[in-house]
């Protein structure tokens, strides 16, 4: 089934606090049921500001993170400790506060060359999820967000790889006049890879992003015009009121 085909589902809550902590809820939730059918579980989640207050929830609850192996869906090609790094926040808001083994973090090494980290990080997915050459992996859960142009990941409007389905990460220069130089060159998960995830949760709050959302859930679909449009057969965006703006309804 095309999961572009499918209507979206959408839950609405007051706060984004209260969206977040759903979200986190629900990751954990999939992550339990996941390492219970298959051993291991996998999660590829996203940067910036949005999925923080989610992080800093699940580290709070009781959850046993063996056998959790945990990805980014896309990175800034600077430094682990640079204050524009998605590892950096992501460490810092979830990882410091859980007992996880290192060999069970996945990091874009955004210190390095784009394209050199993009093969590394090909290179560990697969050897990881032990992926066959040309096969795709399939993450069990895919956190994700949006921004306010509709982007998501680091497949920006108007990305000529948001076309590529054959390959699961690549180098990426958003060259574009709002971003600011320092976060133009990063590594991202590719459309083929999002589109297989078994379960994709989409957080977006704020209502900086309720026009672009209108777009992406009932406008016309065009992945180069709103790559956010990119989905799997089980998408579920978490939202806050702001985000939701008007029009939108829970379903």
Same mark, same amino acid.
């Given at each position: 089934?095309?999961?572009?085909?499918?209507?979206?589902?959408? #839950?609405?809550?007051?706060?984004?606090?209260?969206?977040?902590?759903?979200?986190?809820?629900?990751?954990?939730?999939?992550?339990?049921? @996941?390492?219970?059918?298959?051993?291991?579980?996998?999660?590829?989640?996203?940067?910036?500001?949005?999925? &923080?207050?989610?992080?800093?929830?699940?580290?709070?609850?009781?959850?046993?993170?063996?056998?959790?192996?945990?990805?980014?869906?896309?990175?800034?090609?600077?430094?682990?400790?640079?204050?524009?790094?998605?590892?950096?926040?992501? &460490?810092?808001?979830? #990882?410091?506060?859980?007992?996880?083994?290192?060999?069970?973090?996945?990091?874009?090494?955004?210190?390095?060359?784009?394209?050199?980290?993009?093969? #590394?990080?090909?290179?560990?997915?697969?050897?990881?999820?032990?992926?066959?050459? *040309?096969?795709?992996?399939?993450?069990?859960?895919?956190?994700?967000?949006?921004?306010?142009? *509709?982007?998501? @990941?680091?497949?920006?409007?108007?990305?000529?790889?948001?076309?590529?389905?054959?390959?699961?990460?690549?180098?990426?220069?958003?060259?574009?006049?709002?971003?600011? &130089?320092?976060?133009?060159?990063?590594?991202? #998960?590719?459309?083929?890879?999002?589109?297989?995830?078994?379960?994709?949760?989409?957080?977006?709050?704020?209502?900086?992003?309720?026009?672009?959302?209108?777009?992406?859930?009932?406008?016309?679909?065009?992945?180069?015009?709103?790559?956010?449009?990119?989905?799997?057969?089980?998408?579920?965006?978490?939202?806050?009121? @702001? @985000?939701?703006?008007?029009?939108?309804?829970?379903?």
């Amino acid at each position: 089934m095309d999961p572009q085909s499918l209507s979206p589902k959408l #839950l609405t809550f007051d706060t984004p606090l209260a969206a977040a902590e759903a979200c986190g809820d629900r990751t954990l939730e999939l992550l339990d049921n @996941a390492r219970r059918q298959h051993g291991i579980a996998t999660l590829a989640v996203s940067g910036g500001n949005t999925p &923080k207050l989610m992080f800093q929830h699940m580290r709070q609850r009781s959850f046993n993170w063996t056998s959790v192996h945990i990805f980014q869906v896309d990175e800034r090609c600077v430094p682990p400790d640079h204050e524009l790094s998605n590892f950096r926040m992501i &460490k810092a808001s979830l #990882l410091d506060g859980i007992e996880i083994d290192a060999t069970q973090i996945h990091r874009i090494q955004g210190e390095l060359q784009p394209e050199q980290a993009a093969r #590394l990080y090909v290179e560990e997915i697969r050897r990881t999820l032990k992926c066959a050459s *040309g096969q795709l992996p399939i993450f069990d859960v895919i956190q994700r967000g949006m921004g306010p142009d *509709g982007h998501t @990941a680091s497949l920006f409007p108007g990305e000529p790889l948001i076309s590529n389905r054959t390959e699961i990460a690549a180098a990426v220069d958003v060259n574009k006049p709002y971003i600011d &130089k320092t976060m133009r060159h990063r590594v991202t #998960l590719l459309a083929g890879v999002l589109e297989r995830g078994r379960h994709t949760l989409n957080l977006v709050t704020g209502p900086d992003k309720a026009e672009a959302l209108q777009k992406v859930l009932h406008g016309q679909r065009d992945l180069f015009a709103f790559p956010a449009q990119i989905a799997s057969p089980d998408t579920v965006w978490y939202l806050d009121k @702001a @985000a939701r703006g008007a029009g939108l309804g829970e379903r």
